[in-house]
């Protein structure tokens, strides 16, 4: 059964592999994005959202589902991290967020069964070393995905997906060369970084009437780092 999804970002990672499994599917996707080239090169029509202002948004009368994907990755010890450090890590995950959702509201209510996907990080539940700023606005994701769950039941359900380091070019620093990759696996349990096309997945499915019973859940996909530990 086709649906209409508004997709946030999606120009790579994550959400392009997310863009271009909808569309296989053959949903109707609609996008809005800092750099529109990858999306519409999939006939997405996609229009202008910068996540640290964002403007206004225009959808269709009814959406089945929006999935938000702008993030950072702001690692610095505390003692090193500034105000602007913290209010850009906030603008981006958090008021970015706030922002599309308000516009897309109207819209998912129409549905009558809609779903709102957000992402957090595996260092919101696992302290870390350098991850204050980013843990802390993704900590403020989670918060907000359980109110809205609450306030928007029954007829919008809201899931976040909390990944551990994924390989997408928002990672590419941390992932530069293949020391720091084995570097990386190690850490996990599994032996290994995420998968983007693994997370898409796992959003797809979020999207879909097969996780129809679930809402304000956070689905720690991170390769056991979060949950396991090897002795």
Not at 30 to 47: S, Y
Not at 80 to 87: S, V
Not at 161 to 174: E, F, M, Q, R, Y
Request: aromatic share 4%; glycine share 10%.
């Amino acid at each position: 059964m086709s649906r209409t999804y508004a997709l946030i970002g999606g120009n790579s990672g994550i959400g392009l592999a997310l863009a271009k499994r909808l569309v296989a599917a053959g949903h109707s996707v609609h996008a809005a994005a800092r750099h529109p080239e990858p999306l519409a090169a999939l006939g997405i029509p996609t229009q202008p959202f910068d996540a640290e202002s964002p403007a206004a948004l225009s959808w269709p009368e009814r959406l089945d589902g929006i999935v938000y994907c702008p993030g950072t990755i702001t690692l610095k010890s505390f003692g090193r991290l500034t105000a602007d450090d913290f209010l850009r890590d906030l603008r981006v995950n958090l008021l970015g967020a706030v922002a599309a959702l308000q516009s897309a509201h109207p819209a998912l209510r129409a549905s009558g069964s809609a779903s709102v996907v957000l992402f957090s990080t595996v260092a919101v539940a696992q302290g870390m070393p350098m991850h204050a700023s980013i843990a802390a606005a993704k900590g403020a994701v989670e918060g907000l995905a359980r109110s809205l769950a609450a306030e928007w039941a029954p007829h919008v359900r809201v899931n976040v997906i909390a990944p551990s380091l994924t390989d997408t070019p928002l990672a590419g620093n941390l992932l530069a060369d293949e020391t720091r990759r084995a570097a990386a696996a190690k850490r996990h349990p599994l032996q290994r970084v995420g998968d983007a096309e693994a997370i898409a997945e796992a959003a797809e499915h979020l999207l879909g009437p097969g996780s129809g019973f679930m809402t304000g859940q956070v689905l720690r996909i991170d390769g056991g780092l979060s949950s396991v530990r090897l002795l």
